[in-house]
């Protein structure tokens, strides 16, 4: 079993940055390959970005290429996604989650766990 908990997530400006954490405990997370996806109200949970175990390989949505980046640190079981550049379509509750192997997917039913999730709001 992994437990993944979110943090990080807030309010901000257009413009402005956040980073998000994703602290994962029980198994070691090592080797998961990690991905962030966002949910919005009425729409459906979109990828956003992955990363394989190694941290050799990154996947980002083609709405956050450039603005948004994805690391993780094995030795303290931690994900991060650095946020630039926040739009207003950014705001959404934002998920971390973790597969066994692999290198990382888009996919969101590839994930064994997920966590409860962060609410990120951009205000214009």
């Known amino acids: 079993q992994v437990q993944l908990v979110e943090s990080g997530g807030g309010l901000v400006q257009a413009g402005g940055s956040l980073r998000l954490s994703c602290a994962a405990s029980?198994?070691?997370?090592?080797?998961?390959?990690m991905g962030w996806f966002r949910q919005a109200p009425g729409k459906e949970r979109e990828f956003v970005a992955a990363i394989s175990w190694s941290g050799g390989s990154t996947y980002y949505a083609d709405s956050v290429k450039g603005r948004f980046t994805i690391s993780r640190d094995n030795a303290k079981n931690t994900v991060y996604l650095q946020m630039n550049s926040l739009k207003p379509e950014d705001t959404a509750v934002y998920y971390c989650?973790?597969?066994?192997?692999?290198?990382?997917?888009?996919?969101?039913?590839?994930?064994?766990?997920w966590g409860q999730g962060t609410q990120v709001t951009v205000s214009s």
């Open positions: 989650a973790a597969a066994l192997g692999g290198l990382g997917s888009r996919r969101t039913y590839e994930y064994d766990y």
């Open positions: 029980g198994r070691t997370c090592s080797s998961y390959a």
